[in-house]
C-alpha cells in the first residue's frame, strides 16, 4: 500500500455497518485498476469491498471521469434528466 493509499484509507467512513468511500479513494481505486496497477479481485479483498461494487466503479470513472462518484445519492447527469422525465410521466 503506498503513501496516497493510506491517506484515501483515512477518507473511508463507517456508519453502522455500511462503509461509506471517499470519491477520492474511488478514483484512484479505479484508476489503478484501468492502468494494470491493480486487479478487481485484489482491490476486492484487500478493502473489503464486493467484486461488483468495485467494477461498477471503473465502468462509472470510465464513463463520466470527474464527474463520477457524485456521492450522497446524487444521481449521474444522464440518470437524472430520465428520472425527472419519468416522474412527470406518472404524475400525468
Known sequence: MNKMTKVILEQITKLDDLLLFSKA??????????????????VSKEYGITRPMVSRWVAEYKRYKNKAFTGRGKRLPDKAKLYTLEQENKRL
Open 25 to 42: 479513494f474511488k478514483v484512484e481505486v479505479a484508476k489503478d485498476i484501468i492502468n494494470e496497477l491493480s486487479m478487481v479481485g485484489q
